[in-house]
């Protein structure tokens, strides 16, 4: 890894967006199906993966649970319930309610459970049967319920949404821009060791031409001793070829440029289909896996049937 690159964990927008989706999206999605599952069917509490989530909007249960509270409930065989035992059930009014067993009593062969609140003076007046049982008490996330009411607003699901979208965009821009400036850096390296071969190169043409160039002037002493060339011809002389010298140094520097572009385009082409291959590998590798693990999974309920 060189220096100047940067550890995903090392960036604090990274860390913004990973905690928003953490905390955010699973409780979205969790209101998204208790709302989809209560419009679907109004007489039936919904549930998330068998447990049924409810806000807790008195304090007859206190100090154990308080307003606020989300409480989640597991459906439960009302048979198997016992004594100090925390359900939910419904109420007379269908309300339901979360309350602790304090009594089982069985009137003319139907059970029922006689149901207190644990911060009340008095149990409960009307009789609970199995049938209006939702659930047995598992756990409680303090304060939650509140935030999970105002998610439930259609308003409030579409700021979160816009805010996700919005988190996104800025990681992204944020990302995109470092890939620019790690790529005009490379570019410029890649520019910088072309040149230094260039002018290598330009160096050594460069005392080559000055010895054909001192050659041809000692052939034509030679040829001509008596030719004299005037002061301004020669000087006209070298002026057309140092034009001409410049003209081509500037054709030459044309196509060299062309061609280094071309090859870091090749390069970055190639980079990216390497990139490319490795995320291809890595899908390959965990549908592997996830075909593994589905395989096992049949093997255990092949076993247990």
Request: aromatic share 8%.
């Given at each position: 890894?060189?220096k100047?690159d940067k550890?995903?964990?090392?960036?604090?927008?990274?860390?913004?967006?990973?905690?928003?989706?953490i905390?955010?999206?699973?409780?979205l999605?969790?209101?998204?199906?208790?709302m989809?599952?209560?419009?679907k069917?109004?007489?039936?509490?919904?549930?998330?993966?068998?447990i049924?989530?409810?806000m807790?909007?008195?304090?007859s249960?206190?100090t154990?649970?308080?307003i606020?509270?989300?409480?989640?409930t597991?459906v439960?065989?009302?048979?198997t319930?016992?004594?100090?035992?925390?359900?939910?059930?419904r109420d007379?009014?269908?309300t339901?309610?979360?309350h602790?067993?304090?009594?089982?009593?069985?009137?003319?062969?139907?059970?029922?459970?006689?149901?207190?609140?644990d911060?009340?003076?008095?149990?409960?007046?009307?009789?609970?049967e199995?049938?209006?049982?939702?659930g047995?008490?598992i756990?409680?996330?303090?304060?939650?319920?509140?935030?999970m009411?105002?998610l439930?607003?259609?308003?409030?699901?579409?700021?979160?949404?816009?805010?996700?979208?919005?988190l996104?965009?800025?990681?992204?821009?944020?990302?995109?821009?470092?890939?620019q400036?790690?790529?005009?850096?490379?570019?410029?390296?890649?520019?910088?060791?072309?040149?230094?071969?260039?002018?290598?190169?330009?160096?050594?043409?460069?005392?080559a031409?000055?010895?054909?160039?001192?050659?041809?002037?000692?052939?034509?002493?030679?040829?001509?001793?008596?030719?004299?060339l005037?002061?301004?011809?020669?000087?006209e002389?070298?002026?057309?070829?140092?034009?001409?010298?410049?003209?081509?140094?500037?054709?030459?520097?044309?196509?060299?440029e062309?061609?280094?572009?071309?090859?870091?385009l090749?390069?970055?082409?190639?980079?990216?289909?390497?990139?490319?291959?490795?995320?291809r590998?890595e899908?390959?590798?965990?549908e592997?896996?996830?075909?593994?693990?589905?395989q096992?999974?049949q093997?255990?309920?092949?076993?247990?049937?």
């Amino acid at each position: 890894m060189k220096k100047g690159d940067k550890k995903w964990y090392k960036s604090w927008s990274n860390w913004l967006i990973l905690i928003a989706c953490i905390i955010l999206i699973p409780i979205l999605i969790m209101n998204l199906s208790i709302m989809m599952q209560a419009k679907k069917d109004k007489d039936k509490v919904p549930s998330v993966f068998g447990i049924k989530p409810f806000m807790v909007l008195s304090g007859s249960m206190e100090t154990e649970i308080q307003i606020g509270d989300l409480i989640l409930t597991r459906v439960v065989d009302p048979t198997t319930l016992k004594v100090d035992d925390v359900i939910a059930f419904r109420d007379a009014e269908g309300t339901v309610t979360t309350h602790r067993i304090i009594d089982i009593v069985v009137q003319e062969g139907v059970t029922y459970f006689i149901t207190k609140g644990d911060n009340n003076s008095s149990q409960d007046r009307n009789l609970v049967e199995y049938k209006d049982v939702e659930g047995i008490y598992i756990g409680r996330i303090p304060g939650i319920g509140s935030m999970m009411k105002s998610l439930s607003e259609p308003t409030t699901i579409l700021v979160i949404v816009v805010g996700i979208t919005i988190l996104f965009v800025i990681g992204f821009m944020i990302s995109y821009r470092k890939q620019q400036e790690k790529d005009r850096k490379e570019f410029l390296e890649y520019k910088r060791k072309l040149q230094e071969n260039k002018e290598e190169k330009e160096s050594h043409e460069k005392r080559a031409v000055q010895m054909d160039f001192t050659l041809e002037e000692q052939n034509e002493e030679k040829e001509s001793l008596e030719q004299v060339l005037d002061n301004n011809k020669v000087k006209e002389s070298e002026e057309e070829f140092l034009q001409y010298k410049k003209m081509k140094e500037e054709q030459e520097r044309k196509k060299q440029e062309e061609k280094e572009y071309e090859e870091f385009l090749e390069y970055k082409r190639m980079k990216e289909e390497q990139e490319e291959e490795k995320k291809r590998l890595e899908r390959k590798e965990q549908e592997y896996l996830e075909f593994k693990k589905y395989q096992e999974e049949q093997k255990q309920k092949n076993s247990q049937d």
